[in-house]
């Protein structure tokens, strides 16, 4: 006897004993002399998919950083160009009321803990920039507690610096003019040749504290040639205008301070005030890049400045 299952030929053949045996044959696979095989398909529940539509969420804005920056984007001309006071004193007001929020930064951060900047070693200083184009930059130094950022110079430009969150010791020095030669009459022990030294008078000299008022230094004073030694881990915003270009000339210098009576015979020279004294004054000696002045780039990932 012969009856359809459904899902293929069942067929019932009889024996001996007059009992049916279940024969089962599916299509090309028939499953012979199986008592009671038949082949059945159990459909699985279907998990509905429920399909998100991923949106993209705008990056995080910072009104004051924003506000940063299109001021930047009118102060700031190219090479050549010094802001005008007025424009000098708006960004001012704009960095002096920058928290370290507003760039992405917090006190949770590893960086500015003490305990774990001890167990890295040798302190580096490292950059991240936010913004740079030909014009300005703005850009976040992270300096760790001993780390030094070496006198430098920044030619032709006009940078504004503003420390969002430790303690570091700043010391800046300002170019003589007329450019002033150290005495090639004194007796010294310092290998440096008298020729590569130049007259400059020391602008700042002291430890400032986050949250403090931002500095601004020009092409030819406010202390062009810097340097910074963190006491703790420090963040510094530095907005420059226009940045480093070696294509433009304007590569970095290096230099190292001697005292002024180290090359002046001990006289005071008509170029340097007696109200004043020599220990405001030194003689500055460019030198190669030094092995601590290297550091490591990374990626920004605090609010997003609008390009509009």
């Known amino acids: 006897m012969k009856m359809d299952d459904g899902f293929g030929l069942v067929e019932t053949e009889g024996n001996n004993n007059n009992k049916d045996v279940v024969v089962v044959r599916h299509g090309p696979h028939r499953h012979m002399g199986r008592v009671g095989y038949v082949k059945r398909v159990i459909g699985k ?43 000098v004193q708006n960004l001012c007001t704009i960095l002096d009321i920058m928290q370290p929020e507003d760039v992405g930064l917090c006190r949770d951060l590893q960086f500015f803990n003490p305990e774990i900047q001890h167990l890295k070693g040798t302190p580096r200083v490292t950059y991240t920039t936010i913004y740079k184009c030909h014009n ?37 020095y300002d170019w003589v003019d007329p450019p002033t030669i150290a005495n090639s009459n004194q007796h010294h022990h310092s290998l440096t040749p008298i020729s590569q030294l130049r007259l400059a008078k020391l602008k700042a000299d002291s430890v400032f504290t986050a949250p403090c008022d931002t500095s601004v230094l020009y092409p030819t004073s406010g202390g062009n040639i810097h340097a910074f030694t963190a006491i703790t881990p420090c ?36 170029q340097v005030s007696k109200e004043e004294g ?22 920004y990932l605090g609010p997003q400045v609008m390009d509009m």
Not at 63 to 86: E, Y
Not at 246 to 252: H, T
């Open 136 to 172: 300005f930059s703005l850009c976040i130094f992270f300096i760790p507690a001993n780390g030094v950022i070496p006198l430098h110079n920044h030619p032709g430009m006009t940078v504004f610096s503003k420390l969002l969150m430790g303690k570091m010791h700043i010391k800046s």
């Open 235 to 270: 963040a510094v915003l530095d907005v420059m205008g226009p940045p480093y270009s070696s294509e433009d000339g304007r590569d970095c210098s290096y230099y190292k301070d001697h005292p002024y009576a180290s090359f002046s015979n001990g006289e005071i020279g008509g």
């Open 45 to 87: 529940r279907k998990c509905r998919r429920v399909r998100v539509k991923k949106t993209t969420s705008p990056p995080e804005v910072s009104m004051v950083l924003q506000q940063l920056f299109l001021s930047c984007r009118q102060v700031f001309h190219g090479p050549g160009s010094v802001p005008l006071p007025a424009d």
């Open 278 to 299: 020599e220990d405001c004054y030194a003689w500055l000696e460019e030198i190669e890049m030094p092995e601590n002045s290297h550091m490591d780039g990374i990626e």
